[in-house]
């Protein structure tokens, strides 16, 4: 069958099971936006392409399944970069389709030419520059799969224009790939698993650090039984949120800077950790020279590059995490381990007693409170997707995800401005799901302009803005480390909820934790977006906190008498 390259682009991604892009036109992508009239394609259109990787990004997180971005050539291109390069360091699997200038063109200068492919080599899993009609099948199709295959990243295809209108014989079986072993999740399995539940088997106390990996494995269920089986408490990583039920007996919660106290001391105080699908980032390690130097460490990665790479490990096991968890559990031993369990379980004290809900309400409406009321109001099932800074840390404390998939955030590259357009991939991708943004004031200003795509697109995301008048989390690094020297960090901003009602969408503003109810259950109540602007105690920070680079167990903590409970014994 004789197609042209803009339609062997669209025939291919539908075969691919494509049924949702998020993309902006422009001359070099013309040919495949007119061919895509012709295919059973929902495009969404953005305000920005920035907002278009993003958006991919959060459709891929919140399903599992591929997001697709499309842009032209040049600034359109580069416009993607910001969101590709946070796919890649969160490893989640986004395919970029841009428009290049004519094959003949390339390398002249000419209107908007960009070599997309150069500038976007580090910051993907593959890229490729097409520039025939007839090569475009077989690229398309080695795109979905490399960006879906072992370790999950994103990939770009750049066609050219010419190679959009060129005509081809579109043959399907002969375009399909054939990953080579690098991309491909059929690693042989490094390291001996015997090995690792002998350490499993004799260990006093063993902690899992349950990671990312364990969603994009789908190994949720199997990590859990590991954890029963042999009684062995677990620890997660901001990515891992959600892939243990956080109600759960075993879950201690949260690992890392901000992470809770008595998590990073039984990390210190473990005899063996078992990192399961997670990379060891320094915001997790603090100072590597004194973390956890009484462990022996077993580390599943389905990467290999990431074994050994920021930790030394005694085990270490190339492999998709469900498959190595589904080998060990037949083996792995039942124990009782109810001393080390007892330990941590002390090491929480009084004041692990969450519930921040029943504090007197001295006046001021603090971010914690709203996100606590959050979750209670949502009944902890919404899907939420959270930008980067102070308000990021008090979701990942305070909003209990019991879900594999229910928080959606820019973990690796920390990008402000991920929310509203990861949120809207998210509501696309998850039409009947509950989706609200937790985003901060410096964060939603970066990409607000999405919220004429909510409007045009009818969605119903909600919005909530943390609103502290400050770059928060800059602003609490120069309160702890720089004497309190505010270099710009103070934000203005718009009237948040007049603004919200120029793009069509209802606001409110909120000032009392009393009001704060009232403006949820509103949001709540009508199936149409709705942006709520919390203005919260401007100079508070988010503790416990390690501060960069240092040792794991020196906790800066929330100086008493505080207003609110600390999560941790102090
Ligand atoms: C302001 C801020 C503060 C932060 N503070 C913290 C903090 O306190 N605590 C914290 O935890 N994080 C924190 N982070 C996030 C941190 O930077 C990292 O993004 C996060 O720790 C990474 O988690 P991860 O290793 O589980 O996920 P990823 O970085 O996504 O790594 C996943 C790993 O799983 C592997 N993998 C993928 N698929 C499979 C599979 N099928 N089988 C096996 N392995 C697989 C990948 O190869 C990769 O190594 C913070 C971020 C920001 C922006
Ligand atoms: C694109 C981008 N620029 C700068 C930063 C550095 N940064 C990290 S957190 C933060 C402050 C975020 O402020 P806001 O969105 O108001 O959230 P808050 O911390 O106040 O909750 C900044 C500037 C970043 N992470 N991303
Ligand atoms: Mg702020």
């Excluded at 002998?198 to 994009?216: F, Q, T, V, Y």
């Excluded at 060990?328 to 124990?335: D, E, K, T």
């Excluded at 800074?389 to 998939?405: C, I, N, P, V």
Aim: negative net charge; aromatic residues 6%; hydrophobic residues 45%.
């Amino acid at each position: 069958m004789k197609l042209t390259g803009a339609q062997i682009l669209w025939e291919s991604l539908v075969r691919e099971g494509v049924t949702d892009v998020f993309g902006y036109p422009g001359g070099a992508i013309l040919p495949a936006y007119d061919a895509m009239l012709g295919y059973p394609i929902r495009h969404v259109l953005v305000r920005h392409e920035q907002g278009a990787t993003h958006m991919a990004d959060g459709y891929a997180r919140a399903s599992g399944r591929l997001g697709v971005a499309v842009a032209t050539s040049g600034p359109g291109a580069t416009n993607m970069v910001t969101g590709i390069a946070t796919a890649m360091m969160d490893s989640s699997p986004i395919l970029c389709i841009t428009g290049q200038v004519g094959s003949k063109l390339i390398g002249s200068d000419a209107f908007q030419e960009t070599d997309i492919t150069g500038i976007t080599l580090p910051i993907t899993k593959h890229n490729y520059l097409v520039t025939s009609a007839a090569d475009v099948a077989a690229a398309v199709r080695e795109a979905c799969a490399v960006a879906q295959s072992g370790r999950p990243g994103p990939v770009l295809v750049d066609i050219t224009k010419d190679a959009q209108q060129g005509t081809a014989d579109f043959d399907w079986d002969a375009a399909a790939p054939n990953l080579t072993e690098a991309y491909d999740d059929a690693l042989p399995g490094d390291g001996d698993y015997l090995e690792a539940v002998e350490l499993i088997n004799a260990a006093e106390r063993p902690l899992i650090l349950a990671g990312h990996g364990i969603i994009l494995s789908g190994a949720e269920r199997h990590v859990l039984a590991l954890a029963e089986q042999a009684s062995i408490p677990i620890a997660v990583t901001l990515l891992g949120i959600g892939g243990i039920p956080a109600s759960h007996p075993l879950n201690l919660g949260m690992m890392g800077m901000h992470g809770e106290a008595w998590v990073n001391e039984a990390i210190q105080s473990a005899d063996l950790l078992i990192a399961l699908g997670m990379r060891f980032d320094d915001r997790v390690t603090g100072n590597l020279k004194t973390y956890a130097r009484n462990a022996r460490k077993v580390h599943v990665d389905i990467d290999r590059a990431e074994l050994n790479k920021n930790v030394r490990v005694d085990v270490a096991i190339a492999k998709d995490v469900k498959s190595a968890v589904e080998e060990w559990l037949p083996i792995v031993a039942p124990r009782d381990r109810s001393a080390w369990l007892g330990r941590i379980n002390a090491s929480k004290g009084d004041s692990a007693v969450r519930d921040i809900q029943n504090l007197p309400d001295d006046g001021h409406l603090y971010a914690a409170h709203v996100i606590n009321d959050l979750w209670h109001l949502t009944s902890g099932n919404a899907v939420i997707v959270s930008d980067v800074g102070q308000h990021q840390m008090w979701e990942a404390q305070y909003y209990r995800h019991d879900r594999s998939r229910t928080l959606v955030t820019s973990g690796g590259l920390g990008t402000m401005g991920f929310a509203l357009p990861a949120a809207i991939g998210a509501k696309i991708a998850c039409p009947d799901a509950e989706v609200w943004v937790v985003v901060g004031d410096g964060g939603f200003q970066m990409t607000m302009a999405e919220l004429a795509t909510i409007t045009q697109e009818n969605l119903d995301v909600n919005v909530a803005i943390i609103n502290n008048a400050y770059l928060g989390m800059v602003r609490q690094w120069q309160e702890f480390f720089y004497e309190k020297r505010y270099a710009a960090t103070p934000i203005s901003g718009p009237d948040f909820k007049k603004l919200a009602e120029a793009f069509g969408i209802r606001g409110a503003t909120v000032t009392k934790r009393a009001e704060v109810a009232d403006a949820v259950n509103a949001a709540r109540r009508d199936r149409r977006a709705m942006v709520i602007d919390f203005q919260v105690e401007q100079e508070d920070s988010v503790y416990p906190m390690v501060p960069a680079g240092a040792d794991l167990h020196k906790m800066i903590r929330r100086p008493s008498p505080s207003p609110i409970v600390e999560t941790a014994a102090d």
